[in-house]
């Protein structure tokens, strides 16, 4: 059985991030590949805690040490539960703590896949999300890679990024701003596939305890210029709809958030936060997954992130998935909202595009891993 070695985002706090990640394994797995999720953290802070500690102490200890190194005391319980999501959902490797040992972890893989999410984001530019680590020989994979944003590249960057880019085998991207970001780096134009989690299909969960209604408009809000522009709208909004707001509050991606919700879901956990999407009546988000999983789900949505960077990692999926309606200003919102919920053809059409770029994105994933 072949082994593929994936380098992607999955040690911080971000709900869709973990999910792209397991969805991605998961789709690997099921097309008979043997899979590790790679543990070398993107923070060079937290690889050189782990060289330092790795010699002395029982790796029992490092993880409790890292915990309340990079996480306030208020964090905690929120890092766990990733923690806990991390060791039982993701395969992963053998923790990594410097380049000279993920280039020899990488000799144990046939493939190195690197994807999805913002792996090639400019602003915190990583080379080893570039797989510029892996031996010849070793198939390199783009799947879904997104650089977040559009940023001005320094030239002697520029540089080291053609000459890893070439050496990839197979490259696709999540939009088409990570196409012309590659197109201008090696003049190619590479394939747009979909995220990994619209490749599975997700089980159905429970809602979680702790809400307290039955009906209710789950808010998932990750911009605090987006909540302090959109909250007294947000407000007037579920009293024309007559529903209690739940909002998701996490710690870490929001510890500037409002007390303004009906209830909030504080830290929940991965597949909590899944949970709350499925039996919301309608969704508000300014997330590129928090739309994908409202869309997954039939939600009637609202996007309200307006326009800025951030906006071209959703404008895509808002074109390719025909969900216009879920972007617009805030006086139409009830309309577009009603003709979500009422019209059967509206979701017939949003779930038939996704389905199509589903299938072709598998096809191009299979070629793509056989093709060597």
Not at 38 to 44: A, E, G, K, L, N
Not at 154 to 160: G, K, Q, S, V
Request: with cysteine; aromatic share 12%.
């Amino acid at each position: 059985m072949q082994k593929i070695g994936i380098m992607t985002l999955m040690h911080g706090f971000n709900y869709g991030g973990m999910l792209q990640c397991y969805a991605l394994q998961e789709v690997l797995r099921e097309l008979g590949f043997e899979i590790e999720v790679i543990d070398y953290p993107p923070s060079p802070r937290q690889r050189l805690f782990r060289r330092l500690s790795s010699s002395c102490l029982p790796s029992k200890v490092i993880n409790t040490l890292e915990g309340q190194l990079w996480f306030l005391k208020r964090r905690k319980k929120l890092w766990r539960k990733f923690e806990d999501f991390r060791n039982k959902e993701l395969h992963l490797s053998k923790r990594i703590n410097s380049r000279a040992e993920l280039k020899e972890l990488s000799q144990s893989y046939d493939i190195v896949l690197v994807g999805s999410d913002q792996v090639w984001n400019q602003s915190w530019f990583t080379p080893e999300y570039f797989l510029d680590f892996p031996s010849p020989g070793i198939k390199r994979i783009a799947y879904a890679a997104c650089c977040g944003a559009e940023f001005p590249i320094p030239e002697a960057r520029r540089t080291r990024l053609m000459d890893d880019l070439k050496k990839f085998d197979n490259i696709s991207v999540r939009n088409e701003m990570t196409l012309r970001f590659v197109q201008d780096q090696i003049g190619i134009s590479p394939f747009i596939a979909a995220d990994p989690t619209l490749l599975r299909n997700w089980k159905n969960l429970e809602k979680p305890l702790d809400i307290p209604y039955e009906k209710y408009i789950l808010v998932y809000i990750l911009s605090e210029k987006v909540m302090g522009e959109k909250q007294t709208i947000i407000k007037e909004l579920a009293r024309q709809l007559n529903l209690p707001i739940v909002a998701v509050h996490s710690d870490v991606l929001q510890p500037w958030f409002p007390s303004f919700a009906d209830f909030e879901l504080h830290n929940p956990g991965v597949f909590e936060w899944m949970a709350a999407f499925q039996h919301a009546e309608f969704v508000f988000t300014d997330s590129f997954h928090g739309t994908i999983f409202a869309v997954l789900n039939q939600k009637p949505l609202w996007n309200c992130i307006g326009r800025c960077h951030s906006f071209e990692r959703i404008a895509y999926a808002v074109s390719r998935y025909h969900i216009q309606q879920a972007y617009c200003n805030p006086s139409e919102v009830i309309g577009h909202l009603e003709t979500q919920k009422a019209d059967p053809s509206y979701y017939k059409q949003v779930l038939l595009a996704v389905k199509e770029h589903q299938a072709e994105s598998l096809d191009w994933l299979q070629k793509a891993l056989k093709n060597f």
